[in-house]
Nanobody, 117 residues
Framework: QVQLVESGGGLVQAGGSLRLSCAVS????????MGWFRRAPGKEREFIAS????????IYADSVRGRFTISRDNAKNTMYLEMNSLKPEDTAVYYC??????????WGQGTQVTVSS
């Protein structure tokens, strides 16, 4: 069984940056595809970015492309989301997930990101 724990959220001013981490424990860090999602108040969960097992393939939502960067360090069993040029509309709870192309992905508990204007 895989467990995911996000960290790195917080309060930042618009235009600022944050780096989220997703630590993976339990079974080996073998999920072929992992990703980041977010849920803003009153909105549906939104896909942000995904990354392949080796990190060679990344996909981004239009809303974050060019501002956010997803990466993973398999030696450290950790995935990251570097967020730059943050906007108030980026305010949300951010979740990491493993096995997102399967039928039963594993989710972390989420970390709050708040961007003030």
């Amino acid at each position: 069984q895989v467990q995911l724990v996000e960290s790195g959220g917080g309060l930042v001013q618009a235009g600022g940056s944050l780096r989220l981490s997703c630590a993976v424990s339990g079974r080996t860090f073998s999920s072929p595809v992992m990703g980041w999602f977010r849920r803003a108040p009153g909105k549906e969960r939104e896909f942000i970015a995904s990354i392949s097992r080796t990190g060679s393939t990344t996909i981004y939502a239009d809303s974050v492309r060019g501002r956010f960067t997803i990466s993973r360090d398999n030696a450290k069993n950790t995935m990251y989301l570097e967020m730059n040029s943050l906007k108030p509309e980026d305010t949300a709870v951010y979740y990491c997930a493993a096995g997102i192309t399967g039928t039963d992905p594993t989710w972390g508990q989420g970390t709050q990101v708040t961007v003030s204007s």
